[in-house]
């Protein structure tokens, strides 16, 4: 599959969940914030919210379930869990054969929904901040995923035109913030890589 790569300049890759199996730490956060607060949780339903910021991920579960909580308070509590629970970045092998393998031919990029401070600790902790070309956070751009601002960001950062860039991404959010960017995605689904057709 790896040849399927030779049409690009530089590769885009989102980080939680795609790049950094990072998401099922998430996901225990939320659900303990749920417990806490005394609202439903919908693993699927937060699974998909994958690469959107704790901030926004917290205001669409104070809409969804019409919570009093303001949901700066349910975003700290989310933090605050996570930081307690998270025992460390696991590099998703799939996706990091991909990186080595463009490695010193193509442009590498991370774009994630992170702020950027979450996302240069994992990244450092995986030791690949170093060997980015780029890194674009939700605390670089004023429109985070699904609107393309991430990725674009990103292309123009290794400067690469758009069409020239593969992003790989774990959720439709991510999917659709690509394709609105005018680049081709690779869906991660469960470790695995979905090439387009």
């Known amino acids: 599959m790896l040849d399927k790569l030779a ?4 590769i885009i890759f989102d980080m939680d969940g795609t790049l950094i199996d990072s998401m099922p730490t998430h996901l225990e956060a939320w ?10 949780f919908d693993r699927e339903w937060h699974y998909s919210l994958g690469g959107v910021s704790t901030a926004r991920t917290a205001e669409l579960v104070k809409q969804r379930y019409n919570l009093s909580q303001d949901s700066s308070v349910l975003a700290e509590t989310k ?13 998703i092998d799939e996706t990091y054969a991909v990186f080595t393998h ?8 991370v774009g994630t929904g992170a702020i950027r401070p979450h996302a240069e600790e994992l990244l450092t902790g995986v030791g690949l901040l170093e060997r980015l070309d780029a890194l674009v956070t939700v605390t670089d751009v004023e ?16 400067g690469v035109a758009p069409e020239r860039c593969l992003v790989f991404e774990d959720t439709e959010l991510g999917r659709e913030a690509a394709t609105a960017a005018g680049m081709d995605c690779v869906l991660v689904i469960n470790g695995q890589l979905h090439w387009p057709n």
């Open 7 to 10: 049409s690009y300049d530089a």
């Open 31 to 40: 659900r303990r914030v749920s417990e806490k607060y005394g609202f439903p």
């Open 79 to 91: 933090c605050l869990i996570w930081e307690d629970i998270y025992s460390g970045p696991v590099l």
């Open 102 to 109: 463009c490695e010193g031919n193509k442009k590498l990029a």
């Open 143 to 158: 429109n985070g995923k699904p609107h393309p601002e991430t990725f674009l960001k990103a292309a123009a950062l290794v």
